[in-house]
């Protein structure tokens, strides 16, 4: 009887067959899985960005600004369409320089909560300003120039009759007599601390000040005791109301008695 022949390669031929195919099902299974994984961090991406995207902050208090109001300091601090939102704020806060607002020195943000912020304002101490080339040079208690601008601040002065050459921003004005801002200073903080407002404060060349409130102007004369100068124009305005003419306080006297001051009326 004749014994049929098996080749050794024929023999493993079937289980070759099936490790080929599970090797190949094994592979896509793989592939299939890595695309899920992919599509998940694909979806994880895009929520992250919606929540990011639309993380607003809610409320913000605005501290220490007196030239600018609450209002005002928020449009400029948040000026841009993203500086609203948290997270964007948050990050340009720790990484980009302020922005630079007018007659304000510089600003914190201070994070209150999550969505919550305040605004801490450090103004510049602006006494006074002086027309230079169309322009408005603002100026320090020391006579520096830290702002030019167009605009007019609420509160402050012109000063006229200053003497001066060239003017350039942050340094000193170049006035002729340095002490005229020990003047300027003592009588802007007395106008302020009576809550007394002027249009303009202007000097002769012996430094004797006149202001300029509207229809009525009020010779001061000599820095000497113009707290009590202006403490005593507080109690003399009220009976001015409505009327146009010139006051002359230069003459301060303790034992004057304030209807002595003469008035001359122009209208």
């Not at 992250?48 to 809610?58: E, M, P």
Request: glycine letters at 6%; charged letters at 30%.
């Amino acid at each position: 009887m004749k014994k049929d022949r098996f080749d050794k390669d024929d023999y493993f031929y079937e289980d070759e067959y099936d490790e080929g195919y599970e090797d190949e099902y094994s592979y896509e299974r793989e592939k299939k899985a890595k695309h899920m994984i992919l599509g998940g961090f694909v979806i994880i991406i895009l929520l992250v960005a919606v929540i990011l995207a639309s993380a607003r902050i809610k409320t913000i208090k605005v501290i220490g600004n007196n030239k600018y109001t609450s209002e005002e300091m928020v449009s400029k601090v948040f000026s841009d369409r993203w500086d609203t939102n948290a997270f964007y704020c948050f990050w340009k806060d720790k990484t980009k320089p302020h922005k630079q607002i007018p007659f304000v020195q510089r600003y914190d943000i201070n994070w209150e909560g999550p969505l919550d912020v305040s605004i801490t304002v450090y103004e510049k101490n602006i006494v006074g300003y002086v027309d230079y080339m169309s322009s408005h040079m603002y100026f320090d208690k020391d006579g520096i120039v830290v702002e030019s601008t167009t605009e007019n601040l609420e509160g402050i002065p012109r000063i006229t009759g200053l003497t001066f050459g060239s003017i350039v921003l942050y340094k000193e004005l170049p006035v002729q007599n340095m002490h005229v801002f020990n003047d300027i200073l003592n009588l802007t903080g007395s106008l302020s601390d009576n809550e007394i407002k002027c249009d303009e404060i202007a000097y002769d060349e012996l430094l004797n000040a006149t202001l300029k409130m509207g229809d009525i102007q009020v010779y001061l004369g000599s820095n000497k005791d113009m707290e009590m100068k202006i403490y005593t124009l507080k109690d003399i305005l009220p009976n001015l109301e409505g009327m146009k003419g010139t006051l002359n306080l230069s003459d301060y006297n303790e034992s004057t008695d304030h209807e002595s001051y003469i008035f001359r009326s122009s209208n």
